[in-house]
């Protein structure tokens, strides 16, 4: 497993390395701008099909999809409502209509996160604990059989541990199905207030 320590944001060397193990099929746990998370690229099947055997999680529940932009969802095909465009990047996970199913997605409110999608094009990003279990703010919490099966680690110490919001913007009004930072949510209500 190849392993990097930062303090504060990683170089374009150790993104360079980071995006050529995903890109080769591998899985990095990463921080994000809410949590320590499991990745890997969303067209790779088998590395998502590696996720979804770690974390001992069926088919039926989907992944959250991290990407650098707008634009990068839209050449997936997901559908972006015109608010949306104004809040991320942010730490708003949104449900957004793809075809005749839906996606989970994010833009992440860090610079050296997009830099590292725009190296790899969307990942997906699941939360690096089993179900109820404490969300991973750090690696030293990652449990051992885990940090086995991933391919790559970027330590960037302790992380805030608060989890996204999520908005589900299928409907004919946005709706919260769940509150991240408090302050954040405030801001996104006022937001989503006024574009309606």
Same mark, same amino acid.
């Given at each position: 497993?190849?392993?990097?320590?930062v303090?504060?944001e990683?170089?374009?060397?150790?993104?360079?390395?980071?995006?050529?193990?995903?890109?080769?099929?591998?899985v990095?746990?990463?921080?994000?701008?809410?949590?320590?998370?499991?990745h890997?690229?969303? $067209?790779?099947?088998?590395?998502v099909?590696?996720?979804?055997?770690?974390?001992? $999680?069926?088919?039926?529940?989907?992944?959250?999809?991290?990407?650098?932009?707008?634009?990068? /969802?839209?050449?997936?095909?997901?559908r972006?409502?015109?608010?949306l465009?104004?809040?991320?990047?942010?730490?708003?996970t949104?449900?957004?209509a793809?075809?005749?199913?839906?996606?989970?997605?994010?833009?992440?409110?860090?610079?050296w996160l997009?830099?590292?999608?725009?190296?790899?094009?969307?990942?997906?990003?699941t939360?690096?604990?089993?179900s109820?279990?404490?969300?991973?703010?750090?690696?030293e919490?990652?449990?051992?059989d885990?940090?086995d099966?991933i391919d790559a /680690?970027?330590?960037?110490?302790?992380q805030?541990?608060?989890?996204?919001?999520?908005?589900?913007?299928?409907?004919d009004?946005?709706?919260?199905?769940?509150?991240?930072d408090?302050?954040f949510?405030?801001f996104?209500?006022?937001t989503l207030?006024?574009a309606?």
């Amino acid at each position: 497993m190849k392993r990097w320590r930062v303090d504060g944001e990683p170089s374009e060397d150790v993104l360079d390395e980071i995006a050529d193990v995903l890109r080769a099929g591998g899985v990095a746990l990463l921080p994000t701008d809410t949590i320590y998370g499991l990745h890997a690229v969303t $067209r790779d099947a088998r590395a998502v099909a590696r996720i979804r055997s770690m974390k001992e $999680r069926g088919d039926a529940k989907p992944f959250v999809i991290i990407a650098s932009s707008v634009e990068q /969802l839209e050449e997936l095909g997901a559908r972006i409502p015109e608010p949306l465009r104004h809040i991320w990047p942010a730490p708003l996970t949104a449900i957004l209509a793809l075809g005749e199913t839906t996606i989970a997605a994010r833009v992440p409110d860090l610079p050296w996160l997009r830099a590292l999608l725009d190296r790899t094009g969307p990942l997906i990003s699941t939360s690096a604990n089993r179900s109820g279990e404490p969300p991973i703010t750090s690696p030293e919490m990652l449990a051992g059989d885990l940090l086995d099966s991933i391919d790559a /680690l970027l330590d960037a110490g302790p992380q805030k541990g608060q989890p996204s919001t999520i908005v589900d913007f299928t409907g004919d009004e946005p709706r919260i199905v769940r509150e991240g930072d408090a302050d954040f949510a405030q801001f996104l209500r006022k937001t989503l207030r006024k574009a309606l």
